[in-house]
């Protein structure tokens, strides 16, 4: 009977193509980085994309859609397979997925000349295939507990075509509910997967270090807290202002900090690629309570909605991808001080884009935010290059000098 391993071993051609996070971590990266500098520019007065978006809008969507899509493909391209027993997506199948992705990014931003229809389909075309090849392998895997992520997924890939629908209308869709739909599955699905690989790492590594504290399990608790979540990004998603969705967004919020403090964080602080998944979760509630106050007026809407784009998505995905990438190359799970700057670098930008939002005048906060960012992405592509296109490192055998018998 073939197995994930057999089928990786039997991979003869570019290593980068042998497993779903190698080339999805590698590019997600890359572009956060690149798309980042060019929207930089054009902000600036510099040449533009020529894209039927608006710059703002083109932003949002590709750090929404470009940007996180990819991330969510090198995840769960690796986690359903180890999760279903089923194969792992590897090879020139793999490369014709990262293909329809970059096709996707190209159509988008180059719209304005190949048309709104054509880009859009590009663009779509490679969520609608990812959420198609993910079902199929849960169904016959009858892997039922990750149902609700391939339907988040389409729900994901539906509200991009909302949000391309809204620009092709003239709209301004980086300002309209398709953002807002796309964020809060963002937001739904950090909440699902985190609530999952956050106690979980946390309890391994507590474990091995012989501490005998440990996470709450996942309960009754954690169920109450998403549904008020849930509660709270629908109403925001369909009404961003007024009372009642501040009083929702700020009880959701509450809960989500409550559900933070029994996975025994504060223990973590002498691991980076453990302490991170913690304070990345943090910007959840944060986010909530970022948005209720928007919703009254009291902080502006961006400020607000950049606590869960640039804070919860981006420390998270960064978070999960260079443990994830460490640990299925065959290396230790533990952060080098270059990696951790990845992290500050990352939490330095949100900190300043957040700020930026409360003080429009002071441009040096954008900056500020943008050259973390790109420090983050673009130091993640540099140190993880080696590791994501060279083949798994070989289980490590002591020879006689090191003690083997």
Do not use: C, K
């Amino acid at each position: 009977m073939t197995t994930s391993a057999m089928r990786m071993r039997a991979w003869t051609g570019p290593a980068i193509l042998g497993f779903g996070f190698r080339p999805f971590f590698l590019l997600g990266a890359i572009w956060a980085a690149l798309a980042l500098v060019l929207w930089i520019v054009a902000l600036a007065g510099g040449p533009s994309l020529p894209t039927a978006f608006d710059p703002v809008s083109w932003h949002a969507h590709e750090m929404l859609f470009g940007y996180l899509g990819a991330v969510l493909a090198g995840f769960l391209l690796t986690a359903v397979p180890n999760r279903t027993g089923r194969l792992p997506l590897t090879g020139w199948p793999l490369a014709a997925l990262v293909g329809l992705w970059i096709l996707g990014r190209i159509g988008v931003s180059l719209s304005a000349l190949v048309g709104v229809a054509p880009a859009a389909a590009l663009d779509l075309a490679f969520p609608v295939v990812l959420a198609a090849a993910l079902g199929r392998e849960i169904l016959a895997g009858r892997n039922w507990r990750n149902v609700p992520v391939v339907a988040l997924l389409a729900v994901f890939a539906i509200t991009n075509a909302l949000y391309h629908l809204s620009a092709a209308a003239g709209g301004f869709p980086a300002n309209g509910p398709a953002l807002r739909i796309g964020l809060g599955v963002a937001v739904l699905l950090i909440m699902l997967i985190g609530g999952r690989i956050v106690p979980s790492f946390t309890r391994n590594w507590l474990t091995a270090r012989g501490s005998a504290a440990r996470p709450v399990p996942f309960g009754r608790a954690d169920r109450v807290t998403m549904g008020l979540g849930l509660a709270a990004l629908l109403l925001w998603a369909l009404r961003p202002e007024g009372a009642a969705t501040a009083a929702l967004g700020l009880v959701a919020g509450l809960a989500q900090v409550w559900r933070l403090t029994r996975w025994s964080g504060y223990r973590t602080g002498a691991e980076p690629l453990v302490w991170v998944l913690h304070a990345a979760y943090a910007f959840v509630p944060l986010g909530f309570l970022a948005v209720a106050a928007a919703a009254v007026g009291l902080i502006p809407a961006p400020a607000a909605e950049h606590v869960w784009m640039a804070g919860a998505i981006g420390l998270m995905t960064l978070a999960v991808m260079t443990r994830a990438s460490l640990g299925h190359s065959g290396r230790p799970l533990a952060a080098t001080r270059p990696i951790a700057g990845l992290y500050w670098a990352l939490i330095l930008s949100v900190a300043a884009r957040f700020l930026a939002g409360l003080l429009p005048d002071q441009t040096w906060l954008l900056h500020l935010a943008a050259a973390g960012w790109v420090a983050a992405f673009g130091g993640f592509a540099v140190i993880y290059w080696p590791i994501l296109t060279r083949p798994r490192l070989a289980p490590h055998r002591p020879n006689r000098r090191e003690g083997a018998p």
